[in-house]
């Protein structure tokens, strides 16, 4: 199916806030960076909030569908599955256009809990919890909401330290302390 004009405008945009920031990507630069004149874009989305609330879910969507993709593409099991997170998150690292993750930003520039963007990159995080509980349950793990929390607090340093670029291999960082934290989870 074709896309729509809207889904272009959304497309474009995710690029233009993840390369940018959100306060920083004003409508004019939007407008510029998208070739989609801000008339059109105000007939699609009444609101920069609302334009940036239709980014975020497609970062989510396209996000969690990669992520969850490879997991499985390098694992097999549930168990090596939460170790294979961190594989995934090195090769997501790798890539050249790289800038950390667009939720933590969203929460950060958006730090009210109560608003819709901060409550969305909120959400993004507990699906992604979600997943990892159901990959520590199917484990068999006896706690498996502790132990995903404690990975994901493992994925999230990761995440910062790699944007922040004062360690090397951050993600296999994390993967050691994911096995060990596995290793030493009961079962």
Not at 64 to 75: M, P, S, T, V
Not at 130 to 141: D, E, P, S
Request: charged letters at 30%; hydrophobic letters at 40%; proline letters at 3%.
């Amino acid at each position: 199916m074709r896309p729509t004009k809207r889904d272009e405008l959304v497309e474009k945009a995710l690029a233009a806030f993840y390369r940018n920031g959100f306060h920083a990507t004003g409508m004019d630069m939007l407008a510029s960076e998208t070739s989609i004149s801000k008339t059109s874009m105000y007939k699609h989305f009444r609101t920069k909030e609302e334009l940036i609330l239709a980014v975020l879910r497609l970062r989510d969507e396209n996000f969690r569908n990669w992520l969850y993709r490879r997991i499985e593409e390098l694992a097999a099991t549930p168990q090596e599955q939460l170790i294979a997170l961190f594989d995934a998150l090195e090769d997501w690292f790798k890539e050249p256009g790289f800038r950390g993750c667009m939720f933590i930003k969203a929460s950060s520039e958006y730090q009210d809990a109560g608003h819709p963007i901060h409550r969305q990159s909120a959400d993004h995080k507990r699906m992604l919890e979600t997943y990892v509980i159901g990959l520590a349950q199917k484990a068999g793990y006896r706690d498996p909401a502790a132990l995903a929390r404690q990975l994901l607090l493992l994925k999230e340093g990761a995440i910062v330290t790699a944007h922040l670029g004062h360690t090397e291999r951050p993600a296999l960082d994390a993967k050691q302390a994911a096995i060990a934290l596995l290793e030493s989870s009961e079962k």
